[in-house]
């Protein structure tokens, strides 16, 4: 069966810090993932989406940045944080039937 | 803007009532879906409704689509405390590379 791993669970950062993100699909090949922001109480804000290794669509210009290095492995990242990317993040999966399947996603305070 | 929005936003019922929630779309879409999301934690999915489909029922879940009107709505009949969570429908849309668009949600709160 397949599954899903995001970590860190929490993480809290001070403003300008760098970040890394990382999410790993296990049980599956070639998947689509996703990269979503969730802020408090709202919904889901497509910021990366990636159909295979190397390639990533960017949704949203901002400070973040995504990336594949293996078929399983989408990570996240920003070389400097801002306040405003305080959030909940989520990375999903899905292969062709439109169905997502949602990792436990990380808590990022920017203080 | 969105794509699929919510209504209502927040929902207060007691345990065995029915709980209704709509969604709303704005360009034609190739399916629809419903997902699940407790505090804190990823989102489930529910249910998919493609858009030749007009009604599907899965357990004591029931989504019916129109088209015509660009609307969903998700009904859960004889609710449970544990059905207490944010629902959120999705669209698809095509931009070189299909993604699923989501709503803002509708918080459901089942009272015991």
């Known amino acids: 069966s397949q599954t899903i791993h995001q970590w860190p669970a929490t993480l809290v950062q001070p403003v300008g810090s760098p970040l890394s993100l990382e999410c790993t699909v296990e049980g599956t090949s070639n998947p689509n993932l996703y990269w979503y922001r969730q802020a408090a109480g709202r919904g889901l804000q497509l910021l990366f989406y990636s159909v295979g290794i190397g390639q990533i669509s960017s949704e949203v210009p901002q400070n973040l940045s995504a990336s594949r290095p293996q078929d399983r492995q989408f990570i996240l990242s920003s070389k400097k944080l801002l306040l405003s990317d305080s959030g909940f993040y989520l990375c999903?999966?899905?292969?062709?039937?439109?169905?997502?399947?949602f990792g436990p996603g990380t808590r990022l305070t920017v203080t | 803007s969105q794509q699929g929005e919510e209504d209502p936003q927040a929902l207060s019922i007691q345990e065995g009532e029915n709980a209704t929630m709509n969604c709303s779309y704005k360009t034609s879409i190739n399916n629809l879906q419903w997902y699940r999301q407790n505090s804190g934690r990823g989102l489930v999915h529910l249910i998919l409704?493609?858009?030749?489909?007009r009604e599907k029922h899965s357990g004591r879940l029931r989504v019916t689509l129109d088209t015509s009107k660009k609307s969903s709505s998700l009904l859960i009949t004889a609710s449970r405390a544990a059905d207490t969570a944010s629902y959120f429908c999705?669209?698809?849309?095509?931009?070189?590379?299909?993604?699923?668009?989501f709503g803002a949600g509708t918080r459901l709160f089942v009272k015991a």
């Open positions: 409704i493609r858009s030749n489909e």
């Open positions: 999705a669209t698809d849309a095509y931009t070189g590379g299909f993604k699923t668009i």
């Open positions: 999903a999966w899905e292969q062709g039937t439109y169905e997502q399947y």
